[in-house]
């Protein structure tokens, strides 16, 4: 027996990418909507109740909508945009979360999947958390830069145009009003925001993800040892997950953006010096593989009970 896929929205960059992993996959069958019917709600009312599973890759509006439209009381959704990541009745799609969310995932109806900084942040910072290390009223700062591919279709047209890229590097959200800030802020376990200062590189995809850490001002004065083997504890054995050794990271001059190519992969690394009691934690992924389509499909294979890395690329 087939599991049936509707994607509503599966022709932006997330919905593509999506697609891509799922083809050729005989335990999945999609339902797809024919491009004149595309804006028909009654077509997509149709797709989306006949779907045992569905992925929204649509604007918060517009995915709002989509749940309104099914009716019946099985069809399971995986939202990809920011509307319901920190609404109630939504899991959160992070499986590596913390102990037992994955199976959490495994018996919900509706996921909502991470946004693509808040993977990276929360796999550095909420096994600190959870381990004592950092405390929940910590004053976090997170930074890095993305591929520009994360701003969609427009940016994309914006930094691929015919008059060339605007621009190498180019700081944003500087208003400190983030829309990842909330999920962020929730599932790292903290209580007051962290300081989010997001940029976006001349790149197409790819992500790197950094969070300093005063070590020796922190309750405890935790070490990188310390830091790192609440890390490498908390994603042991993962297939997608992984924690580079410390003597690695200390032989590691530099960590590209491409680090982990256009894979569904997550590598993190703890550089930092046990003289000056500093840490610079750094997460390495592809903004449109773990940071959004690998996600979904991670997510959807832990629904439908199929073994968790099948279509990855990893």
Not at 2 to 8: E, G, L, P, V
Not at 86 to 106: C, I, M, N, S
Not at 109 to 117: E, S, Y
Not at 271 to 287: E, H, M
Request: with cysteine; net charge negative; glycine share 12%.
């Amino acid at each position: 027996m087939t599991t049936k896929i509707f994607i509503d929205g599966g022709h932006g960059t997330t919905g593509i990418e999506i697609a891509d992993r799922l083809a050729g996959r005989p335990e999945l069958s999609l339902i797809i909507v024919p491009e004149a019917q595309r804006r028909d709600a009654g077509a997509r009312r149709d797709a989306l109740n006949a779907a045992d599973i569905v992925i929204l890759c649509l604007p918060d509006d517009a995915a709002r909508e989509a749940v309104a439209l099914i009716d019946n009381g099985k069809t399971r959704v995986i939202d990809a945009s920011t509307a319901h990541r920190v609404a109630d009745g939504w899991t959160y799609g992070f499986p590596e979360l913390e102990p037992g969310h994955r199976e959490k995932l495994a018996n919900s109806r509706f996921v909502a999947n991470p946004g693509c900084w808040p993977t990276g942040f929360l796999a550095l910072v909420r096994p600190l958390t959870l381990a004592g290390l950092v405390p929940a009223d910590w004053p976090v700062t997170v930074s890095g830069a993305s591929g520009y591919s994360g701003g969609g279709k427009a940016m994309i047209a914006e930094y691929e145009g015919t008059d060339g890229a605007p621009t190498a590097f180019r700081a944003y959200g500087l208003g400190l009003g983030h829309k990842h800030v909330p999920e962020m802020t929730r599932y790292a376990g903290l209580s007051h925001p962290p300081l989010f200062a997001p940029a976006v590189a001349n790149a197409y995809r790819g992500m790197l993800v950094e969070v300093p850490l005063q070590l020796r001002a922190m309750p405890g004065a935790p070490t990188l040892t310390d830091v790192h083997a609440a890390l490498a504890a908390a994603y042991a054995g993962s297939p997608i997950v992984s924690v580079a050794a410390l003597e690695d990271s200390g032989a590691t001059g530099n960590v590209e953006i491409e680090h982990v190519g256009a894979t569904d992969r997550l590598q993190l690394f703890v550089f930092g010096s046990a003289t000056s009691g500093q840490a610079r934690l750094v997460a390495t992924l592809d903004n449109l593989g773990k940071g959004a389509a690998g996600a979904a499909v991670q997510n959807l294979n832990i629904l439908a009970g199929l073994p968790e890395t099948a279509g990855l690329r990893l």
